[in-house]
């Protein structure tokens, strides 16, 4: 049972576009919401991270929309350029133990 | 900056086999979390340390095992290997369990 649904499973935008990806939770007590970036042969990299007492945190072209009462979270890349593709995954943890991930997105920005 | 070295990068063996996978955290980091990868999966939690005590244990399976040494560096040892263990494993560590942990690129396992 996957405790983090993460959608869609794969994005194609063009370069210049908004890229967004949805992730939905189900465990409350979770309190760390971070967003990892992947490159094929590399290990994730923390992209940008929310807390649940905030509504909305913003990183240059990222920012992190976060929805608690509907228990939803989202990654909108602005200005998506071509070597934004990768796989990104939200993830969830609680008390900074281990990390839940969701699916996956892959993300391909065409020039 | 340092970062999570993982060794070996690959690592090719047979069915039924053993592997020993390594991971030296970060300098100063003393806990250490480990990863499953497969084909196009989402990372899924097999086992962590704190100060080297086990502190956290996931869908490990009983034929792995791991441990943290006295150096923080960390060892998953993994036996009578099957082909579903071919995945990418990672490890990952930081300062204390919290929430800023860094990955390490990983270890490629291909079980033939």
């Known amino acids: 049972q996957q405790q983090v649904k993460q959608s869609p499973q794969s994005l194609i935008v063009q370069k210049g576009g908004i890229s967004i990806i949805n992730c939905a939770y189900e465990n409350t007590a979770f309190d760390y919401f971070p967003w990892y970036q992947q490159f094929p042969g590399k290990g994730p990299a923390l992209l940008i991270a929310?807390?649940?007492?905030?509504s909305e945190k913003k990183e240059g072209r990222f920012t992190i929309s976060f929805n608690k009462s509907a228990k939803q979270f989202s990654l909108h890349i602005m200005d998506s350029q071509p070597g934004d593709s990768a796989t990104y995954f939200c993830?969830?943890?609680?008390?900074?133990?281990?990390?839940?991930f969701g699916e996956g997105t892959q993300l391909t920005v065409n020039p | 900056a340092a970062g999570v070295i993982q060794s070996p990068r690959h690592l090719i063996k047979e069915k039924r086999e053993t592997a020993t996978l390594k991971c030296y955290p970060i300098?100063?980091?003393?806990?250490v979390y480990w990863y499953q990868q497969g084909p196009g999966q989402d990372p899924q939690f097999l086992i962590s340390f704190y100060e080297k005590m086990q502190s956290d244990k996931g869908s490990i399976p009983d034929r792995f095992s791991a441990q943290q040494f006295s150096d923080y560096h960390s060892e998953l040892n993994m036996s009578s290997l099957e082909l579903g263990d071919s995945a990418l494993y990672f490890c990952?560590?930081?300062?204390?369990?919290?929430?800023?942990?860094?990955f390490g690129s990983g270890t490629r396992l291909t079980v033939v």
């Open positions: 929310i807390r649940p007492d905030v």
């Open positions: 300098p100063r980091h003393d806990t």
């Open positions: 993830a969830a943890t609680r008390s900074g133990s281990r990390l839940t």
């Open positions: 990952a560590s930081s300062f204390g369990p919290n929430y800023g942990y860094t």
